[in-house]
């Protein structure tokens, strides 16, 4: 990562650091690389792409946005750009001024910061503390962690993530492959977030957001989420829950996908309806001054059984998209038998989803029975990852302890050789061979 690379060139180089102080807006702590917001003649205009930026972009094209700290002479300069910078992600604001009672950032932000502007450049590794209402410019790695360590009482969400363990990860033949943890309590989030999960899957029945709750609850526990969670992407399973207000806010701190079971037949999918409340939900908040975005909205097949018919699958999915779906989550909650007769199923969800430009995960996680009747089976989860990835997944749901360990399994397959072991149960609904109950090339 660019991140990575810039901080270890200022550790070797063993630079001057700058601690300056502010007024602490949110809450949060991030590091990134300076991009200045510039005004002409009056004209808020857009930060310009630093040079060391520019050159890791063209090196590496799919590689994923850098994090970028803006740095404004005004707020609400900076803030305007948070959501929309296409080259970089926005992960915090240092600004020389801020208006009295300005809008909390969704990111962490630091404002009244005297000497700004002489002790920032662009392209210059900046940490914001919006807790404390400091801004380190330059430091280094020894900074970085010494700093951490005065504030070591800190929440997750304020970790600086720069293991190989936390990088994205892709098959040997260059398919990238999201491992999201499946988390119904914080103690398997931490766990997850130890073993490097790109994002997490909660449960609709998850302790994590008891839907029992009051909204005052849910809303303390969603953000407590949100902040253990590092601001990894969250997929949230509801059954039409969850305020849709608390959601919209709660977005503005981190990528949440909120995943809803479908429900009525092709004409009322339930998806619509959800698009349209939340649309008028944004209207209010926008008209009432609270800073919202919309989440990515999911159809979540829980069970196969009770959605899907053989041979209607892709009409089915392209009724969802046309409802409003932006996600296909396979959490199969009610039904987590991956067998023979499942797997076309959802190899047709998957492929339909495709064609529709939608990303599909498929869980992996629910898997306390003997897949395709194999007898001794070397690895369940590595059975799975097989076949999933030969579908098409473009994510999987692991346990959080298993997290590492399908990452490291990815990093072995190639998309083809995964395509064959599935082939055989896509070809006749059963490709296992009678006398020992193994599907040939499986394992």
């Known amino acids: 990562m660019i991140i990575v690379r810039r901080c270890l060139e200022l550790s070797i180089k063993g630079s001057e650091m ?9 809450s949060g702590m991030a590091l990134g690389t300076a991009a200045i917001v510039r005004v002409n003649h009056g004209v808020t205009m857009a930060p310009e792409v630093p040079v060391r930026i520019v050159a890791g972009l063209a090196r590496y094209p799919d590689a994923e946005r850098p994090d970028i700290v803006l740095i404004a002479q005004d707020y609400r300069m900076a803030l305007a750009w948070v959501k929309e910078l296409q080259w970089g992600r926005v992960v915090a604001i240092a600004a020389t001024t801020a208006e009295p009672y300005a ?5 962490p932000a630091v404002v009244n910061v005297a000497g700004l502007f002489d002790a920032l450049q662009p392209d210059m590794l900046v940490l914001v503390d919006a807790e404390h209402g400091v801004v380190l410019a330059d430091p280094d790695g020894l900074a970085i962690a010494r700093y951490q360590a005065e504030h070591d009482h800190v929440n997750p969400k304020k970790r600086l993530y720069l293991e190989n363990v936390h990088l994205p990860v892709k098959t040997r033949d260059g398919r990238p492959i999201q491992i999201v943890a499946n988390v119904r ?4 989030v931490e766990e997850a977030l130890k073993e490097g999960a790109d994002g997490f899957y ?14 005052p609850t849910l809303r303390r ?3 407590a989420f949100l902040e253990q969670a590092a601001g990894k992407p969250l997929i949230l399973s509801d059954h039409y829950t969850l305020p849709l207000v608390t959601i919209l806010e709660a977005t503005m701190r981190a990528e949440i996908t909120l995943a809803v079971p479908p429900r009525g037949d092709l004409e009322g999918l339930g998806l619509r309806e959800q698009s349209e409340e939340f649309a008028a939900a944004e209207a209010e908040c926008i008209e009432n001054d609270v800073l919202c975005s919309a989440p990515h909205l999911a159809a979540n097949i829980v069970s196969t059984d009770a959605y ?3 041979g209607a699958e892709g009409a089915w999915v392209d009724a969802l998209v046309a409802s ?13 038998v991956l067998d023979e007769f499942r797997l076309p199923v959802l190899s047709a969800l998957v492929s339909a989803a495709a064609s529709n430009l939608v990303p599909a995960t498929v869980s992996a996680d629910n898997r306390c029975f003997n897949p395709f009747g194999i007898n001794e089976l070397k690895n369940e989860l590595e059975t799975a990852m097989r076949l999933l990835i030969g579908i098409g997944a473009a994510g999987v749901i692991v346990g959080p302890a298993e997290v590492s360990a399908a990452k490291r399994f990815v990093g072995t397959l190639t998309q083809w050789e995964c395509r064959q072991s599935v082939r055989p149960f ?10 020992t109950g193994v599907t040939p090339g499986l394992f």
């Open 308 to 310: 899907c018919e053989r």
């Open 426 to 435: 896509l070809e006749d609904g059963n490709g296992a061979d009678e006398s």
């Open 221 to 223: 526990n969603l953000f």
């Open 324 to 336: 409003g779906a932006t996600r296909l989550i396979i959490s199969m909650e009610e039904s987590g």
């Open 185 to 188: 309590t914080a103690d398997q």
């Open 103 to 107: 809008p909390v950032s969704p990111v």
């Open 202 to 215: 909660v449960p609709f029945d998850a302790p994590l957001l008891p839907v029992a709750a009051d909204e």
């Open 18 to 26: 700058a601690r300056l102080r502010g007024m602490g807006l949110g």
